[in-house]
């Protein structure tokens, strides 16, 4: 068995290194600022696939959180915490699948050891598939991560509560190891090394500390000790640690943050067996840690600004936001004519000028309203009067035409209904917000929807941003919509 181990643990980095330059589970991670029963509002796009679940942990004064985030749209999802307005707070988000949990680790802003909060869960593990039936200490319940400035922290549960070194007796024949193994996920394929937490002692070959082990084999020969961990059973669980410094500066890990600023981590126990006969007793789920944590200060609120405010007769409206502490606006409307419409952003950097829009298809509009809040209860206002009515409207009860999902990335499927029969030639086009065309696509007759995949016509990816899209029948502008792309 010894020759498989680090075989299966490579294999499982391969897995994980191929996945990396795709993966990015949260993108533009934003809050508010307080509201009036001191919460917060955070946000972020998220990964939004079958298998996939996503939630957010948050720290309080007693520790550590969690909070199921809501889709509000698209791949936008929200969460609502508690604040802390007098000191700094601290969010990381969790997205899990059955075989490879994401993560961002719990932080332990005092670097202690033991820990002084909890570390984070990665993942739960089912009991009784240790493959050492004879030694349920080895069977793995759960598996824990967490960081601090100087250290990285990692935990493990079993089915006992207990963390045995050997089988017992004046002259043991068993051994038991219980390991967590990290790797850089971007150069460890190159030489085939990983390095190792280890808690366990074989008299005069192996003690407990941070290994480098080479080559394909889990063998003694195969460790080379590095430096000293930390480890001590608290509560039923087995907590360890080690130097970061004393990891990344080895030679072989590579370059210290990398490019993801992530890890992988995978847990295992082990038994040696005298003479020379490693089992692998039990694997716990891999992770890949992100080395990061979302901060909110304390902070004095600022009301932010709109500027820049126009609108076209045909009812396209855009703004600048800008909110000097970085705040996303809770509240970010326009209301025409007395009617209500969200603005969506064409960015996520609150702290400069950020354009705002909203495509209502309000033609021939008289008074539009712009109305933005960072907090839910103080608001910015802004009117502008329509001095044009220069733009031609599109419409045409015979025709319907949506897209789906609305906002999206990277697909989005255009829906149309054709009312009529007299039909020669369809085609459906897509613009930008300067009128350019984006592309263009030939419908036949009995076609009833297409998907675009946020390409022009030379099939590069466009910019984030607001669409419109329009359907041409027989010569004939009929319908116009409207469609957003996040990234």
Known sequence: MKKYIILIILLSIQILQAQIPAISFWNNTRNSSYTTDDQIHIRCETI?????????FYS?????ENIEMTNLYGLTYEAIIPALPAETQFCRFRTATDTLVGMMPAFQQNDMFPPENELGLIAEDPIGDNLAPDSQNLDITGNYFGYSET????????DTDA?????????????????????????????????????????LFLDSGLYKIGGTEFSLEAFELIGDIEAEVVNGQLQMACDIGTLTNDENFGEWPN????????????????????????????????????????????L?????????????????????????????????????????????AFS???????????????????????????????????????????????????????????????????????????????????????????????????????????????????????????????????????K
Not at 188 to 195: A, E, K, N, Q, R
Request: with cysteine; proline share 4%; hydrophobic share 35%.
């Open 163 to 203: 963390f045995p070194l050997d089988s017992g007796g004046l002259f043991p024949t068993s051994f038991y190891f219980y390991v967590t193994t990290i790797i850089n996920p971007e150069t460890v394929l190159i030489d085939s090394v990983i390095y190792a937490m280890i808690y366990g002692e074989i008299p």
């Open 259 to 302: 490019v993801t600023n992530s890890i992988g981590v995978e847990m295992l126990t082990a038994k040696y067996s005298l003479p020379a006969e490693f089992l692998l007793a039990d694997l716990a789920t891999m992770s890949l840690q992100f080395i990061e944590k979302y901060e909110i200060e304390p902070i004095v609120n600022t």
């Open 352 to 486: 400069s000028d950020v354009i705002f829009e909203s495509v209502t298809g309000s033609y021939g509009w008289d008074e539009a309203t712009f109305r933005f809040s960072d907090n839910g209860y103080d608001y910015v206002e802004e009117t502008i009067i329509n001095n044009s009515s220069s733009d031609q409207e599109l419409l045409n009860s015979d025709y319907t035409l949506r897209n789906y999902p609305n906002p999206f990335n990277p697909n989005t499927t255009i829906s149309f209904e054709l009312n009529t029969t007299e039909i020669d030639d369809i085609y459906l086009t897509i613009y930008n917000l300067k009128g350019q065309k984006i592309k263009q696509f030939s419908i036949l007759s009995n076609q009833s929807s297409i998907s675009w995949n946020g390409t022009n016509e030379k099939d590069e990816s466009v910019s984030s941003g607001i669409y419109l899209y329009k359907l041409k029948v027989n010569g004939t502008d009929i319908a116009k919509s409207k469609c957003m792309l996040l």
């Open 60 to 64: 309080t004064q007693t520790g550590w």
């Open 151 to 158: 250290r990285f922290y990692a935990g493990l549960t079993n």
């Open 48 to 56: 939004d696939l079958s298998g996939l679940e996503t939630e957010m």
């Open 304 to 348: 932010p600004q709109i500027t820049e405010s126009n609108g076209t007769n045909s009812g396209i409206f855009t703004c600048n936001y800008f909110d000097d502490n970085g705040h996303f606006p809770i509240t970010a409307e326009i209301v025409v004519d007395g009617e209500t419409f969200q603005m969506n952003p064409l960015g996520f």
